[in-house]
């Protein structure tokens, strides 16, 4: 993430827009801060989690991240609070909560 | 040199596709259309031409196909008319917004209800603000060479934009005409390979269609309004490339017999052929009557229309469409406003007939010019004029 300044709607005008619009440095989403409009957060508990990584591959937004300790943890930088991954949690170790209710 | 031969304008449009070797054709095969799949399939199949046929379970996903194979570069061709181009609405503005060069013909019909598969334009006046260049055709030697001429212009770097081809339903779609058919070596030279730049390529990653929140959206359809505007420029090179290859040269506003006329009949489409006809009976009384054929529909070439009618006294415009409750018919209402701004400008009086494959006939013509030039002088109470409609035509008011 670091480095790179993110370019912003206003260091364009009409004249300097790719043709289509097209974007044509790949990959740019993983520098915006794609999580912030969510309103429920996932919330792991290790203690009930056993390292599956059933969240990791059902994550829509591929915003589970894998822990260093082998667990698999909701990167709330990216994480739309879609409810997925606490959804297909065989063990319930991910519980949504309200962001406004942190 | 060239082969003359005798194809209808459905077979026209296959022979100059075949000819401009496409990648990938998408179609759906059912009501509305016509023989232009068919015709493609059947080559396809015969090993004639080597393209990826795709049969689609509609005509918005033939759109959508098509996109898609525009995205990674390939030339790719899509026909339809009628209702069919109604459900491809949305997929239209796709493929102008993203620049895809993809061509489509269309025999145009008119629309349900009542149900009607017959030449009408209300099918192309729908889709005239989805960023396409449009060119309408009068015979089906243009049908063909349009066809061609779309791939080379909407593919020009300096272009990029998607191509419809109109041709009125059965009245050029369904019948056979002489047609010469250049050779491949000659379109070969006309049309080079396409090279589109921003291809899709795992290789080398980029992303096409992201989204546009309300702080660029303006200044990305900025971008494509002056863009479509200026490449009428490569349209009119593109139609003198044709000409100095094949001989036949094509111009976005098109004059017959309109020298020193006063009174100037303007026309998209077939009909334009029959109205010629009266314009020589005319020009052989001495009346000063001449021809508009208004080719190229979009992007709308202002400066040439204006230059076209700038010392006639009477236009008469003839739209083979309904803008319901509208201030005219569309081509009608837009000449209108085109000519607003000039100095001294012509009157306008607009007609509307030959709706639903209704036949207009020289003797409908005739009329046209007379009640043309009568409301020009004395003007009338209904917006626009109707002709051949049983039934005296009142309250088409504002
Ligand atoms: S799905 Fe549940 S148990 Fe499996 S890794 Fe994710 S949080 Fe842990
Ligand atoms: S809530 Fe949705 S977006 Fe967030 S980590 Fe879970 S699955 Fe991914």
């Known amino acids: 993430m670091a480095g790179k300044r993110l370019k912003t709607a206003y260091d364009f005008t009409w004249r300097n827009m790719e043709v289509g619009n ?6 740019n989403a993983s520098l915006r801060r794609t999580g912030d409009w969510r309103t429920d957060r996932p919330i792991l508990d290790k203690e009930k989690c056993n390292k599956c990584g059933l969240c990791w591959l059902y994550c829509p937004d591929g915003a589970v991240e894998l822990l260093e300790d082998g667990y698999y943890e909701p990167d709330l930088y990216y994480c739309k609070g879609c409810g997925i991954c606490a959804d297909v949690c065989k063990r319930e170790a991910i519980i949504m909560i309200q962001e406004e209710e942190i | 040199m060239s082969r003359r031969v005798a194809l209808e304008g459905s077979h026209a449009v296959a022979e100059a596709v075949r000819m401009a070797n496409v990648d990938v054709i998408a179609s759906y095969p059912i009501t509305p259309q016509t023989h232009i799949p068919e015709r493609l399939a059947e080559m396809v199949a015969n090993g004639e031409l080597d393209a990826e046929y795709i049969p689609v379970e509609s005509e918005h996903s033939a759109m959508s196909a098509c996109v898609g194979a525009a995205a990674v570069g390939a030339r790719a061709f899509n026909t339809t008319s009628g209702q069919g181009l109604e459900l491809m609405h949305e997929v239209l503005y796709v493929a102008s917004s993203m620049r895809y060069p993809t061509v489509m013909a269309i025999c145009n019909r008119g629309l349900s209800a009542p149900l009607s598969v017959w030449a009408d334009h209300s099918d192309a006046m729908a889709v005239r603000d989805t960023g396409w260049i449009q060119v309408f055709c009068q015979n089906n030697q243009e049908v063909f060479d349009m066809t061609l001429w779309a791939f080379r212009v909407g593919e020009d770097p300096r272009v990029l934009f998607p191509v419809m081809v109109y041709l009125d339903g059965f009245t050029l779609s369904h019948v056979i005409e002489p047609v010469n058919l250049p050779q491949q070596e000659e379109v070969d030279r006309f049309l080079p390979k396409l090279q589109y730049r921003f291809a899709l390529n795992p290789d080398n990653p980029m992303t096409h269609g992201a989204f546009g929140p309300p702080d660029i959206y303006t200044e990305a ?3 494509q309004e002056v863009a479509f ?12 490339e044709f000409g100095d290859i094949f001989g036949r040269y094509y111009y976005p506003v098109e004059l017959y017999k309109a020298e020193n006329a ?11 052929e029959t109205a010629k006809l009266v314009v020589d009976k005319r020009r052989e009384s001495g009346e000063p009557v001449g021809l508009i054929y208004l080719r190229l529909w979009r992007p709308f070439p202002l400066h040439e229309f204006r230059q076209a009618v700038k010392d006639v006294d009477t236009l008469i415009i003839f739209d083979r469409c309904i803008s319901f409750g509208g201030p005219g018919g569309p081509v009608c209402s837009e000449i209108r406003s085109a000519l607003y701004d000039m100095e001294r400008r012509p009157k306008v009086v607009g007609f509307v007939g030959g709706l639903g494959g209704r036949d207009v ?3 409908d013509f005739e009329h046209v010019i007379d009640r043309g030039r009568e409301v020009a002088k004395k003007g009338s109470e209904e917006i626009f004029e109707t002709v051949g409609v049983r039934g005296e035509v009142v309250g088409i008011r504002g």
């Open chain 1, 22 to 27: 097209i974007v044509t440095e790949a990959g």
């Open chain 2, 229 to 240: 505007r200026k490449s009428k420029e490569v349209l009119l090179q593109g139609w003198k």
């Open chain 2, 262 to 272: 006063k009174t100037l009949l303007v026309l998209q489409g077939s009909l334009s």
């Open chain 2, 361 to 363: 006939s020289v003797g």
């Open chain 2, 221 to 223: 359809k900025i971008a």
